[in-house]
């Protein structure tokens, strides 16, 4: 009887204990380790990283087509198109504008012959010693500053430089590494100071003669003045060993040196 009393009082606390005790709320998510809510931190994206594409390069400007390109004159610079013989090429001032001819001013090329080649006209046989290989000098310089300036000088006529009897622009040319052109030809031996007429680089150009002469290169690598002056043409012959007193080739390059040009070319 004792017994049956005890397990009435067990079955009695049980019921007393459940009846205390809370159930969770429907749809709440209960944490094992804590009662407060979780929140999750948000994760900022690492920055890009910064790739350095070097200094801004600004860009040419495109030439104004509304406008007439600069003319032939001192001071303007001009892109080569075309190489006709050792002393005169095309030149432009704008991409787009019309090509002038341009003969160098101060020095001679020898003479050569040509044919038509598309809208001008180019070397393709010797007139005079060494006329086809000046040409080709010439062509090398145009060739390794393709499509870049020269700096023209000349002395203006009005507004432009002026011209030959054969209406070509007369005026020098420096390179973009800011060599002259004419100087340039005479040091490999390829023509004379013209001392036919003014030139304001005489001194320069009588001096690179005179060194390429006494060098021996170009065409006085056979045999000198002597050799040359036989395979020179009446019209050059006549001005470079004029007979009129100091009008000479020699005399007038002395005269610009300050000194005598035979000597310096080692005659």
Known sequence: MRLVRMGWMCLLCMSVLLACSDPPAKNEKVSEKSSEPVVEKSVEPAPEPVVDAGPEVAPEPE?????????IADGVKVRI???TDGDTV?????????????RLLGFNAPECTKKKSGSFSVCNGDIEYFGVEAYKALQAIYTKYRGKQFLLTCVNKGDECEKDVFDRYLAYLQTPDGEDVGELLMKQG???AFTKFESTKRADYCKAEAN????KVGMWKQGGRTFVKGKMSSDTRN???????????DALCSQALGSSFQDLAGE
């Open 90 to 102: 095309y030149a432009l001032t704008r991409i787009g504008g019309w090509a002038s001819r341009i």
């Open 190 to 192: 390829m023509g004379w």
């Open 81 to 83: 198109v075309h190489v």
């Open 212 to 215: 390429a002469i006494r060098s």
């Open 239 to 249: 001005w470079y060993y004029s007979s009129k007193a100091g009008k000479s080739h």
């Open 63 to 71: 030439p104004d087509e509304s406008k007439d390109p600069p003319p």
